[in-house]
């Protein structure tokens, strides 16, 4: 390697953005490496609060930052779309240009892919920011009905979140006096409400469906929403009819990454599950949501957090001949806003990454109103530590 080493990150959410400053810090603020962050948003958006959004107590620019403030860190930023990753080049295209690099981190997240699901056009969700504003104008056009909230599937962004949007409507509405004219319903594929996080954190979660009046309907794999009859329909031929329906858009793998040689045969990338380095490019990392579901891993912020820490460390090693620091922790949480209650579950997996040894190791940290305000400082503390003005 001549001169300084070239760091490339591609994607500027959770894990790219929590790259970035690490690197910055370890390199000296870009003065011994040449750090570059590409994303097509110019902006890094607080994905836990898009259901705020929806529910018109934040503004988008309260829960976004530009990018282009990395660049007080020593960061370059590149608000371009990326278009073709060729690991064996070691180069990474983009609509309008082409980097090389030495190290690569690719942290590309999860592709929304609504029309994967036939009838999905009739839907809302809170998974972006657009959709959070769509349905932002679907609740204040709302005057009573049946609100049904379900998942396309099993991979999706922040398991607990369609609870918490189901807490935060019950709280919303009664403000509103619409409560008595709603019927609240949850649909999930798991049997019970998070009963994949064990039996502490589902018995919680059930205990605030019921005070909410809130329905559960388990077991329930969505095949298509009929939007003439304003149904959605499970595989098993259940229905469930709807005058709202909140639903969770499948998931699909970032097609850049699935394109290229860094994804196998069945379309995963293919990752170290120690190092999170490539298997067959050692100097690519791959992170977050795009690399976790090949690694037993829940597509959570918290998770891309520590493997960015992670990998970061990984590549001041490689430059520096030894760097020691944060080990990687394979734990997740979410902070649950239900209005008038919240509850702050965490899971571990050090079994159940990897190999699948045992089940994930889950509890609930923390329950009661008090939690809400944790959710509210974290935004502010994580803004104030990658992204500050
Ligand atoms: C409603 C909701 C609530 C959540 N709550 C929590 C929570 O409480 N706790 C938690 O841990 N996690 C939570 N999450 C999940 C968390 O936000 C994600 O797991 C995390 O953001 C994943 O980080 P990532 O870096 O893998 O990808 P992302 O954050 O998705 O970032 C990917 C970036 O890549 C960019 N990009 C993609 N393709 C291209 C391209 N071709 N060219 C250029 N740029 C590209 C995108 O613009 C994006 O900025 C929540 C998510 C949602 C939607």
């Not at 609870?163 to 999930?188: C, H, M, P, S, W």
């Not at 609930?364 to 503390?381: D, T």
Request: one cysteine or more; hydrophobic letters at 40%; proline letters at 8%.
């Amino acid at each position: 390697m001549k001169g300084k080493p070239k760091i490339l990150i591609l994607g500027g959410g959770s894990g790219g953005l929590v790259a970035a400053n690490k690197l910055a810090k370890i390199f000296k603020h870009g003065e011994e490496a040449d750090i570059t962050l590409i994303d097509k948003n110019p902006y890094h958006e607080f994905m836990p609060s898009y259901p705020w959004v929806g529910l018109n107590f934040k503004e988008p620019d309260d829960i976004r930052r530009p990018l282009k403030l990395l660049e007080k860190k020593g960061v370059r930023f590149v608000n371009d779309e990326i278009t073709q990753i060729l690991p064996s080049k070691k180069k990474v295209k983009t609509k309008n240009g082409e980097y090389d690099y030495d190290f690569l981190i690719v942290s590309l997240g999860v592709v929304l892919d609504p029309d994967a699901l036939p009838g999905y056009e009739d839907a809302y969700h809170t998974w972006s920011l657009q959709g959070a504003l769509r349905f932002r104008e679907a609740i204040r056009n709302f005057k009573g009905g049946n609100i049904v909230i379900g998942v396309s599937g099993m991979y999706y962004r922040c398991p607990p979140a369609p609870y918490e949007i189901a807490g935060q409507l019950d709280f919303t509405l009664r403000a509103r006096g619409l409560r008595d004219k709603t019927n609240i319903t949850v649909f999930n594929v798991t049997p019970g409400p998070l009963s994949n996080m064990g039996p502490a954190i589902m018995g919680v979660i059930q205990e605030i469906l019921d005070n909410k009046g809130v329905e559960f309907v388990g077991n329930f794999e969505v095949v298509r929403v009929d939007k003439d009859s304003k149904k959605v329909v499970a595989k098993d031929g259940r229905e469930l009819p709807y005058d709202l329906l909140l639903l969770v858009p499948p998931n699909k793998p970032n097609p850049v990454v699935f394109n290229s040689e860094l994804t196998g045969p069945e379309g995963l990338p293919i990752v170290d599950p120690e190092t999170f380095r490539s298997k067959k490019f050692p100097e690519v990392f791959l992170i977050g949501d795009g690399a976790n579901a090949a690694l037993n891993l829940p597509p959570a912020g918290v998770v891309a957090h520590f493997q960015a820490e992670f990998v970061a460390n990984e590549i001041a090693a490689d430059v520096k001949g030894a760097y020691i620091a944060d080990s990687f922790s394979p734990v997740a949480m979410c902070i649950m806003d239900f209005g008038d209650d919240a509850v702050l579950p965490m899971c571990e997996f050090s079994q159940f990454y990897r190999d699948v040894s045992g089940p994930p190791n889950c509890g609930v940290l923390g329950r009661g109103k008090e939690i809400r305000l944790v959710k509210m400082a974290f935004e502010a503390m994580w803004f104030g530590f990658y992204l500050t003005r």
